[in-house]
């Protein structure tokens, strides 16, 4: 079974600095997707990036990019410019290519914005 | 497109009662899941519906617990004589044929007294 690891559970950044979070994640598939979700108090999960296993270049949403090492089945998230509105718990998930197949998640990262 | 919803967002219930939530998914998407996150860890899987057919279930989700999706449209998730450990939030999510992309509710979170 796969299994995703989040060894961070709070984080501290100030407000314009750059924040990394780290996941690892353990499968034997050669194909699959990663992705990093933010929870914020309102609850609702919103993506934040996603990486397909397939691509070597990491993916880029603005101020947030991954460095994606596949062999170390690492997946860390960079945060730059950080703001206020970052604050949330972000999680790391992993999913299979299959169709039907569903999301496996760490146990997130608190991460707090300082000014 | 007013994204998924869920309802209600909270239930407060004494143990042993019924509770039923219900999620709608965004109108197009086929694919619907359900996830349970106890408080300090992520989403885990429960169940997963591609149109009105329920074809996965995880280990957690015990014989208390029954989930539908009448004619492919919205779910509904059923937790028979609860208990303190049901506890948690219960988040929706629904994906459209073709992606690997997921739009997440707000959950409904259950508090069991």
């Known amino acids: 079974a796969q299994t995703v690891t989040q060894s961070q559970p709070e984080m501290s950044v100030q407000e314009a600095e750059t924040v990394t979070l780290s996941c690892t994640y353990d499968?034997?598939?050669?194909?699959?997707?990663l992705f990093w979700y933010k929870q914020p108090p309102s609850r609702q999960m919103i993506l934040v990036i996603r990486?397909?296993?397939?691509?070597?270049q990491n993916a880029t949403e603005n101020r947030f990019s991954v460095n994606f090492q596949k062999a170390a089945k690492s997946f860390s998230l960079k945060i730059s410019d950080s703001q206020l509105g970052d604050a949330a718990m972000y999680f790391c998930?992993?999913?299979?290519?299959?169709?039907?197949?569903?999301?496996?998640f760490g146990t997130g990262t608190r991460l707090q914005v300082t000014l | 497109d007013t994204g998924v919803s869920q309802d209600p967002r909270h239930k407060i219930t004494k143990r042993g009662q019924n509770v039923t939530f219900r999620c709608d998914p965004i109108?197009?998407?086929?694919?619907l899941y359900w996830y349970r996150q106890t408080l300090g860890q992520g989403p885990e899987f429960l169940t997963y519906?591609?149109?009105?057919?329920?074809?996965?279930k995880s280990r957690l989700l015990s014989d208390r617990f029954s989930a539908e999706r009448p004619k492919g449209s919205f779910s509904t998730l059923e937790i028979q004589r609860t208990e303190q450990g049901d506890s948690a939030m219960y988040l929706c999510?629904?994906?459209?044929?073709?992606?690997?992309?997921?739009?997440f509710g707000s959950g409904t979170r259950l508090t069991v007294v």
């Open positions: 999510a629904s994906s459209p044929r073709g992606s690997y992309g997921y739009t």
């Open positions: 990486q397909e296993a397939y691509k070597q």
């Open positions: 499968t034997s598939e050669s194909d699959y997707y």
């Open positions: 998930a992993y999913r299979d290519t299959g169709t039907a197949s569903k999301l496996t």
């Open positions: 109108s197009e998407h086929n694919r």
């Open positions: 519906f591609q149109n009105e057919a329920q074809l996965e």
